[in-house]
T-cell receptor, first 116, second 111 residues
Framework: DTGVSQDPRHKITKRGQNVTFRCDPI?????LYWYRQTLGQGPEFLTY????????KSRLLSDRFSAERPKGSFSTLEIQRTEQGDSAMYLC??????????????FGPGTRLLVL | GEDVEQSLFLSVREGDSSVINCTYT??????LYWYKQEPGAGLQLLTY?????DMKQDQRLTVLLNKKDKHLSLRIADTQTGDSAIYFC???????????FGKGTKLSVKP
């Protein structure tokens, strides 16, 4: 039984570079969420997919951020022109879908980004 | 607006019980969750409670929910050094079912 996986686990980049992260949800999970967690804080919601449709974006998701889930399976999160303030842990979670226990979200190990 | 609050630190001795408290604001949440995060790792789902329940017990974990006061607690019986981690309370009050998290309570277990 594989859980949510994320790649890479760590990324160090220079300011101004673009980075892309990948998330593979638990198979058959229709919903996929991206969160960002900075030091000493809880995760904050960035965006959410129902199958391949991106249904909501947080105000935290600036124009430099884009997310896709082309076939309703894995998802990518790209940050263009990275800034030092983008340094954080990026967490992906998946759930079966709406309705009672199906809403429970399972998290991946995260991708830790450091922008120098 | 939506907000979840937790105390930031808790220190207990091995073998004692730990109680981590949380308050939330969104009364429309249907589920409340407890997640555990170890250093450098993602979030591990510990347990959850449906909003029409008062209590849920799962092995060493007991969750109490006071919906009137919007207060949630997690009790860990016979706390072990392996329980040292950050514990997050979360509600699914987001408009699309996204979770709203507290800042986390760092539990330190002393031998």
């Amino acid at each position: 039984d594989t859980g949510v996986s994320q790649d890479p686990r760590h990324k160090i980049t220079k300011r101004g570079q673009n980075v892309t992260f990948r998330c593979d949800p638990i198979s058959e999970h229709n919903r996929l969420y991206w969160y960002r967690q900075t030091l000493g804080q809880g995760p904050e919601f960035l965006t959410y997919f129902q199958n391949e449709a991106q249904l909501e974006k947080s105000r935290l998701l600036s124009d430099r951020f884009s997310a896709e889930r082309p076939k309703g399976s894995f998802s990518t999160l790209e940050i263009q022109r990275t800034e030092q303030g983008d340094s954080a842990m990026y967490l992906c979670a998946s759930s079966l879908g709406p309705g009672h226990l199906q809403e429970t979200q399972y998290f991946g190990p995260g991708t830790r980004l450091l922008v120098l | 607006g939506e907000d979840v609050e937790q105390s930031l630190f808790l220190s207990v001795r091995e073998g004692d019980s730990s109680v981590i408290n949380c308050t939330y604001t969104d009364s429309s949440s249907t589920y409340l969750y407890w997640y555990k995060q170890e250093p450098g790792a993602g979030l591990q789902l510990l347990t959850y409670i449906f909003s029409n329940m008062d209590m849920k017990q799962d092995q060493r974990l007991t969750v109490l929910l006071n919906k009137k006061d919007k207060h949630l607690s997690l009790r860990i019986a016979d706390t072990q050094t392996g329980d040292s981690a950050i514990y997050f309370c979360a509600e699914n009050g987001g408009s699309q079912g996204n979770l709203i998290f507290g800042k986390g309570t760092k539990l330190s277990v002393k031998p």
